[in-house]
């Protein structure tokens, strides 16, 4: 018999349906029926037949017709609402993100425990079992937690100390992490937990691997973890939904109750048994899973911003001259080396010939402005500080980060500081100072081709100037975004408050350094994105000349997205669909095929220093130095 779950102002009813052949309005009326039934009032109605609603479905979102059959319009077991005309959505429901469903929706390879893994967390939790049967006094096990830590709980209780400790911490604020980011912060805990550190029962850990399988994704604030304790508000948020309370997000259902989500996927809630409240939510993995996001998008977008940036130094008619190899080898940090190698690969004359090069080649001009000059300076430490942070990031997903430790072999358990945050708070919020300085020089150059005085094209890159305001706003735009950066680069890991009574009395603030992060690097690629536009327009200008063959390409992706500019238009959509090439890295795999070809003809033993993708269990860093050979540029 199918069955929907159905939600009437706040509430999650289960609506059987006897026949396939009932009308979606069936399925309503049913539901709002049930609905009366549960309140003293009615519900404030009369009758079913005077209440007027509409239905959508909890996934996407999307209207149903009421004359539809519930065969033919959904799917057994499926999550929808109904909304009272007149009613304002209901103040609790959540709507999916569509945009993120098919991310889930492809076949993804169960994850399950190595036997290594399986054996540590088995001799990890007998500790736990003796502790508890013998009625030692341990921190988190059979006392309370933080300033009660010298309450000893009696064994009665030790289930609901774990319970209750959940339900208490989830304490968070604000708009929840999105599924993706969510699923990253369920895989790092897990990962955690599988070590055999934390004194998890196998069966407990077992169900929580079926939760992350099914993409059954707990309702997680983003805000409210000062980063040392671990992160104890988000994490108990996620708990809280392994144990079948609070909210709940799977692509099959959207948001809704976690015992719903939980049944709908045919799951159980978990019980907690003592020690195991506290060994889900003591660790970093807020921190990390946020930095894991960030530090993957700031090398993408570090490689893309020398390519926009070489596109750049074409359309101002500048000189490769600065990127000599004999001028880094005498300053051989890995970062300026490789940036400098990348906009040879891209504007070596020799190698891709530019009519546009080739216009300028006895030009009176000296040397350009430090914003093209110094490309390889200030690009490179971003790269190196990129490298530097995925290392220490790392690190990190791959720590047991538990308090107290279970330490099986010695058959005892230690109380210590690992759930501490403060490596990669520091970490990530060096990543942002780093990062932020792609959009600072990025946006200079930005001015340098809108003025007409610097870049010799017209004012804002557009003819009727006056009639006309072309790149004016667009530019403004990213001034406004670099000056954000500006303050939230002011790092949160140099703050502590003290918190629980001051037994956590210095703590990370990471969850904040993380989150900024993020927020900064989001900045940069819409910064690149706005240069990237003004960049492909500078080219409309010199036209019939063309660049080298590798920038035409990335003329060509930018131009299959985003028309030239000819008269003024809404550009907001201009600048999302640039922002989108960059977050997929379009332009990276266009050029990326020409910057290789270069670096196996040119430097056959080198490659490149950029990040490399995380692996959980081992640091896969690959950044050999560059082997650079003499080459001179006559552009």
Same mark, same amino acid.
């Given at each position: 018999?199918p069955?929907?779950?159905?939600?009437?102002?706040?509430?999650?009813?289960?609506?059987?349906?006897?026949?396939?052949?009932?009308?979606?309005?069936?399925?309503?009326?049913?539901?709002?029926?049930?609905?009366?039934?549960?309140?003293p009032?009615?519900?404030?109605f009369?009758?079913?037949?005077?209440?007027?609603?509409?239905?959508?479905?909890?996934?996407?979102?999307?209207?149903?017709?009421?004359?539809?059959?519930?065969?033919?319009?959904?799917?057994?077991?499926?999550?929808?609402?109904?909304?009272?005309?007149?009613?304002?959505?209901?103040p609790?429901?959540?709507?999916?993100?569509?945009?993120?469903?098919?991310?889930?929706?492809?076949?993804?390879?169960?994850?399950?425990?190595?036997?290594?893994?399986?054996?540590?967390?088995?001799?990890?939790?007998e500790?736990?079992?003796?502790?508890?049967?013998?009625?030692?006094?341990?921190?988190?096990?059979?006392?309370?937690?933080?300033?009660?830590?010298?309450?000893?709980?009696p064994n009665?209780?030790?289930?609901?100390?774990?319970?209750?400790?959940?339900?208490?911490?989830?304490?968070?604020?604000?708009?929840?992490?999105?599924?993706?980011?969510?699923?990253?912060?369920?895989?790092?805990r897990?990962?955690?937990?599988?070590?055999?550190?934390?004194?998890?029962?196998?069966?407990?850990?077992?169900?929580?691997?079926?939760?992350?399988?099914?993409?059954?994704?707990?309702?997680?604030?983003?805000?409210?973890?000062?980063?040392?304790s671990?992160?104890l508000?988000?994490?108990?948020?996620?708990?809280?939904?392994?144990i079948?309370?609070?909210?709940?997000?799977?692509?099959?259902?959207?948001?809704?109750?976690?015992?719903?989500?939980?049944?709908?996927?045919?799951?159980?809630?978990?019980?907690?048994?003592?020690?195991e409240?506290l060994a889900?939510?003591?660790?970093?993995?807020m921190?990390?899973?946020?930095?894991?996001?960030?530090?993957?998008?700031?090398?993408?977008?570090?490689?893309?911003?020398?390519?926009?940036?070489?596109?750049?130094?074409?359309?101002?008619?500048?000189t490769?001259?600065?990127?000599d190899?004999?001028?880094?080898?005498?300053?051989p940090?890995?970062?300026?080396?490789?940036?400098?190698?990348?906009?040879?690969?891209?504007?070596?004359?020799?190698?891709?010939?530019?009519?546009?090069?080739?216009?300028?080649?006895?030009?009176?001009?000296?040397?350009?402005?430090?914003?093209?000059?110094?490309?390889?300076q200030?690009?490179?430490?971003?790269?190196?500080?990129?490298?530097?942070?995925?290392?220490?990031?790392?690190?990190?997903?791959?720590?047991?980060?538990?308090?107290?430790?279970?330490?099986?072999?010695?058959?005892?358990?230690i109380?210590?500081?690992?759930?501490?945050?403060?490596?990669?708070?520091?970490?990530?919020?060096?990543?942002?100072?780093?990062?932020?300085?792609? /959009?600072?020089?990025?946006? &200079?150059? @930005? #001015?340098?081709?809108?003025?007409?005085?610097?870049? +010799? !094209?017209? %004012?804002f890159?557009?003819?009727?100037?006056?009639?006309?305001?072309?790149?004016m706003?667009?530019?403004?735009?990213?001034?406004?975004?670099?000056?954000?950066?500006?303050?939230?680069?002011?790092?949160?890991?140099?703050?502590?408050?003290s918190?629980?009574?001051?037994?956590?009395?210095?703590?990370?603030m990471?969850?904040?350094? /993380?989150?900024?992060?993020? &927020?900064? @690097? #989001?900045?940069?690629?819409?910064?690149?994105?706005? +240069? !990237?536009? %003004?960049?492909?327009q500078?080219?409309?200008?010199?036209?019939?000349?063309?660049?080298?063959?590798?920038?035409?390409?990335?003329?060509?992706?930018?131009?299959?997205?985003?028309?030239?500019?000819?008269?003024?238009?809404?550009m907001?959509?201009?600048?999302?669909?640039?922002?989108r090439?960059?977050?997929?890295?379009?332009?990276?795999?266009?050029?990326?095929?020409?910057?290789?070809?270069?670096?196996?003809?040119?430097?056959?033993?080198?490659?490149?220093?950029?990040p490399?993708?995380?692996?959980?269990?081992?640091?896969?860093?690959?950044?050999?130095?560059?082997?650079?050979?003499?080459?001179?540029n006559d552009?």
């Amino acid at each position: 018999m199918p069955r929907y779950t159905v939600h009437v102002r706040g509430e999650w009813l289960a609506v059987p349906c006897l026949s396939s052949t009932n009308t979606i309005e069936w399925l309503g009326k049913e539901a709002v029926r049930r609905y009366m039934k549960n309140k003293p009032d009615n519900g404030g109605f009369a009758s079913v037949e005077e209440v007027k609603f509409y239905i959508r479905r909890c996934k996407g979102l999307g209207l149903l017709d009421l004359d539809d059959t519930v065969g033919d319009a959904l799917e057994d077991n499926e999550f929808v609402e109904v909304v009272i005309e007149g009613d304002i959505m209901s103040p609790d429901f959540i709507p999916s993100q569509p945009e993120g469903v098919h991310l889930y929706s492809k076949y993804r390879e169960p994850e399950q425990l190595t036997p290594e893994a399986e054996a540590k967390v088995k001799q990890s939790r007998e500790v736990i079992e003796r502790i508890v049967k013998e009625q030692t006094v341990v921190y988190g096990i059979t006392t309370g937690f933080g300033k009660f830590a010298r309450t000893v709980i009696p064994n009665s209780n030790l289930r609901e100390l774990q319970v209750n400790l959940v339900r208490s911490h989830s304490a968070g604020v604000g708009k929840p992490l999105t599924p993706e980011r969510t699923r990253m912060l369920l895989a790092l805990r897990i990962n955690v937990l599988a070590k055999g550190y934390s004194g998890i029962s196998l069966e407990t850990l077992e169900q929580v691997i079926e939760v992350f399988n099914a993409s059954c994704l707990p309702y997680i604030p983003e805000k409210g973890t000062v980063g040392a304790s671990g992160d104890l508000a988000p994490l108990s948020h996620l708990a809280l939904g392994l144990i079948g309370e609070g909210k709940m997000w799977s692509p099959k259902s959207g948001w809704a109750d976690a015992k719903y989500v939980l049944e709908a996927h045919g799951l159980k809630p978990i019980t907690l048994k003592p020690k195991e409240g506290l060994a889900l939510i003591n660790g970093t993995q807020m921190i990390t899973s946020l930095g894991c996001e960030a530090v993957e998008r700031a090398g993408a977008i570090a490689r893309q911003a020398d390519i926009i940036a070489a596109l750049t130094l074409e359309v101002l008619k500048g000189t490769t001259r600065a990127f000599d190899t004999d001028i880094h080898a005498v300053r051989p940090h890995r970062g300026q080396a490789e940036v400098a190698f990348r906009f040879r690969s891209l504007l070596d004359s020799d190698h891709h010939p530019s009519e546009i090069a080739e216009s300028h080649r006895f030009c009176d001009r000296v040397q350009d402005a430090y914003t093209m000059r110094c490309c390889p300076q200030v690009h490179g430490i971003v790269n190196d500080t990129i490298a530097f942070v995925k290392d220490i990031i790392t690190t990190e997903i791959n720590s047991a980060t538990d308090n107290p430790m279970v330490f099986a072999e010695r058959e005892e358990t230690i109380s210590g500081g690992n759930f501490h945050g403060e490596y990669p708070a520091k970490a990530l919020d060096y990543l942002a100072i780093g990062v932020h300085e792609l /959009a600072a020089i990025s946006e &200079r150059r @930005i #001015e340098r081709l809108c003025n007409p005085s610097l870049s +010799e !094209l017209p %004012a804002f890159l557009v003819t009727e100037g006056g009639l006309n305001s072309g790149f004016m706003i667009a530019h403004c735009t990213a001034a406004a975004l670099v000056s954000e950066n500006k303050a939230l680069c002011h790092p949160s890991s140099v703050d502590s408050l003290s918190t629980s009574a001051a037994t956590e009395d210095h703590v990370s603030m990471g969850g904040w350094a /993380a989150r900024k992060a993020l &927020r900064v @690097i #989001e900045h940069v690629e819409q910064v690149l994105a706005i +240069e !990237l536009l %003004a960049a492909c327009q500078g080219i409309e200008f010199l036209r019939p000349l063309r660049t080298t063959t590798p920038l035409e390409k990335v003329y060509d992706l930018v131009r299959s997205v985003v028309r030239p500019w000819i008269k003024d238009r809404f550009m907001a959509p201009d600048i999302e669909a640039a922002h989108r090439l960059l977050v997929e890295q379009k332009v990276w795999e266009v050029a990326k095929p020409y910057i290789e070809k270069y670096r196996r003809e040119h430097i056959p033993e080198s490659r490149p220093i950029s990040p490399t993708a995380f692996s959980l269990g081992s640091l896969k860093m690959s950044a050999d130095d560059c082997h650079d050979h003499r080459h001179q540029n006559d552009l």
